[in-house]
């Protein structure tokens, strides 16, 4: 069975930090670009970080960019977001899933009509 499962959410203060992972199994994580995914109740998922398969290319979205760090260890089947300097908007479900058109996301953005797979997410809380 395909499936990813998210960890590393947790309740954080005003400019913490936290590291999401994003573990795969059932299938092999490096064929696949990789993304990670935010959403609030009411509002429509947002791409927050895609990383490619094929040349290493990352994308990241306007307010996140110098914060968060996304990377993988294909070794591991496993893709990180590194989050600094957190702010109480960043309060989501963060979620990944795998790309299913293309292996490089570079000159794109983190659409999620392009990505499936979807694990359960995984809670952040920035606040004090």
């Known amino acids: 069975q395909v499936q990813f499962v998210e960890s590393g959410g947790d309740l954080v203060q005003p400019g913490g930090s936290l590291r999401l992972s994003c573990a795969a199994s059932g299938f092999n994580l490096d064929y696949y670009a990789i993304g990670w995914f935010r959403q609030v109740p009411g ?44 702010k109480p908007e ?9 790309n299913l058109l293309r292996r490089s996301v570079a000159g794109t953005k983190c659409d999620h009509y392009e990505y499936d797979y979807w694990g359960q997410g995984t809670q952040v809380t920035v606040s004090s």
């Open 43 to 86: 509002k429509e998922r947002e791409g927050v970080s895609c990383i490619s398969s094929s040349d290493g290319s990352t994308v990241y979205e306007d307010s996140v960019k110098g914060r968060f760090t996304i990377s993988r260890d294909n070794a591991k089947n496993t893709v990180y977001l590194q989050m600094n300097s957190l």
């Open 90 to 98: 960043d309060t989501a479900v963060y979620s990944c899933a795998a």
